[in-house]
């Protein structure tokens, strides 16, 4: 049936919190955005006079859509050339959600996106819902059909499962581009050991290529590993340059709130790294070089300011 432009209206206001809903459960904004298409279709097939909170409609919606998204997303990885990664998004970005809090800012970051993969589909969802958007349990149950005390149970078994016993450090922008700034600094230096001092003992690096851009499979972990593969990474070589299509201009930036270093050719984003900072120094490198997964932040990129590169690569 045809929906009123105030029913229409209702809708579009709570499209950014859909949005970002769906883009942490599923750590796709291609997928986030058709979902939240799919949740609109089905809006404009009910009889919304009917509904009675529409916003508790949208949600249960959407999130029973990502569900089902889920489900069949496994299948999917299981076949997935090398290592699966979300995609990561930039600072700003309006479907990174809230981040008021410290536990909101912490469920959206790269590491965290990442290990959600070890959830169940309904372990993500109470997950997200209760800690990224303060649903109470209440509401939660009705979402996913569940009881009270399911959801807390859930939702405390989640916890357990991303627990990695790792305190993360939060980063403000001029921070970020201090650290990023660093790391290349040692990561450019042609030795390794200014770059094995940033590290963790167990430091892991690992990348998503999908198939479309060289990435390891496997990742490197210990920071004689990591130092290794960074100083290699880093080193000038005409064949990297021809791959990628230029010489990449490196930036500091911050993504899921993480500091991370972003590489761009020609205005076109080809590589994202989110670095996991704790208090011991840096435990991860995550990096997304999937070109699928880059749309949104070159369109990003394309509409934010950002000063002189801090390095050109290759």
């Known amino acids: 049936m045809a929906l009123s432009a105030g029913d229409v209206d209702r ?30 279709l089905r809006w404009q097939a009910a009889d919304v006079d009917r509904v009675e909170v529409p916003e508790a409609w949208l949600t249960k919606v959407l999130t029973n859509l990502c569900l089902n998204q889920l489900a069949s997303a496994r299948a999917r990885r299981e076949t997935y050339v090398g290592q699966w ?13 809230p981040a008021d809090t410290a536990e ?46 399911a959801s807390q149970q859930t939702f405390h078994r989640a916890k357990k499962h991303l627990a990695n016993g790792r305190a993360r450090v939060e980063i403000d922008e001029a921070a970020a581009r201090r650290i990023v700034k660093e790391f290349l600094t040692a990561a450019t230096s042609g030795r390794t050991e200014p770059l094995v001092r940033l590290l963790t003992e167990d430091v892991i690096s690992i990348g998503d290529g999908g198939g479309k851009v060289p990435a390891r499979a496997k990742a490197f972990e210990g920071a004689q590993a990591v130092a290794r593969f960074m100083w290699g990474l880093f080193r000038p070589a005409e064949a990297k340059r021809a791959r990628v299509g230029g010489a990449p201009e490196v930036h500091a930036a911050i993504a899921n709130g993480d500091p991370a270093f972003v590489a761009v050719v020609d205005g076109r984003v080809i590589g994202v790294a989110c670095l996991e900072i704790t208090a011991d120094g840096i435990a991860a490198f995550r990096s997304q070089v999937n070109p699928d997964k880059l749309g949104r932040a070159t369109e990003r990129w394309a509409a934010t300011e950002h000063g002189e590169p801090l390095l050109i690569a290759f």
């Open 11 to 40: 809708f579009e206001a709570a499209r950014p919190r859909l949005a970002a809903i769906a883009y942490r459960l599923l750590g796709s904004s291609i997928e986030a955005e058709d979902a939240v298409q799919e949740t609109f």
């Open 104 to 149: 909101q800012r912490e469920s959206l970051s790269f590491a965290i996106l990442t290990l959600m993969e070890r959830l169940s589909p309904g372990e993500r969802a109470v997950y997200v819902l209760r800690t990224a958007f303060d649903y109470p349990h209440r509401e939660i149950a009705e979402i996913l059909d569940t009881t009270e005390a």
């Open 85 to 97: 990664l979300p995609e990561p998004l930039l600072a700003g970005d309006p479907m990174l959600g």
